[in-house]
């Protein structure tokens, strides 16, 4: 794969051991939202939707799957998660700045 790559497979051996699952919080209350989850790991973690994996970071680099235009409510936590909105998002996947996430 391309360094800006990273498969699941890939994704699961860099990540290192399962810690926990935590919800997301909604940016208005705080509080954790349904539906909405990070899974926790020694070197990283995921963004799930639903049962979709959105996003990941590992070992300092974060990764979006290939299908990176997602439904209102899944973008507005994907920039919980990342911390960039569906703009800043394109434009640094588009430098490189952020990696794409293979999970076929």
Same mark, same amino acid.
């Given at each position: 794969?391309?360094?800006? *790559?990273?498969?699941?497979?890939?994704?699961?051996?860099?990540?290192?051991?399962?810690?926990?699952? !935590?919800?997301?919080? !909604?940016?208005?209350?705080?509080?954790?939202?349904?539906?909405?989850?990070?899974?926790?790991?020694?070197?990283? !973690?995921?963004?799930? @939707?639903?049962?979709?994996?959105?996003?990941?970071?590992?070992?300092?680099?974060?990764?979006?799957?290939?299908?990176?235009?997602? @439904?209102?409510? *899944?973008?507005?936590?994907?920039?919980?998660?990342?911390?960039?909105?569906?703009?800043?998002?394109?434009?640094?996947?588009?430098?490189? *700045?952020?990696?794409?996430?293979?999970?076929?």
């Amino acid at each position: 794969m391309e360094n800006n *790559t990273i498969t699941k497979t890939e994704l699961r051996k860099q990540l290192g051991d399962f810690i926990k699952v !935590s919800g997301l919080p !909604s940016p208005r209350s705080y509080e954790n939202v349904a539906n909405q989850y990070k899974l926790i790991f020694e070197n990283g !973690s995921i963004f799930q @939707s639903y049962d979709t994996i959105i996003a990941a970071k590992v070992n300092g680099k974060l990764y979006l799957t290939k299908d990176h235009e997602f @439904s209102a409510t *899944t973008s507005k936590y994907c920039r919980v998660y990342c911390g960039y909105d569906t703009k800043e998002r394109r434009q640094k996947l588009a430098d490189g *700045t952020i990696g794409m996430l293979i999970t076929e």
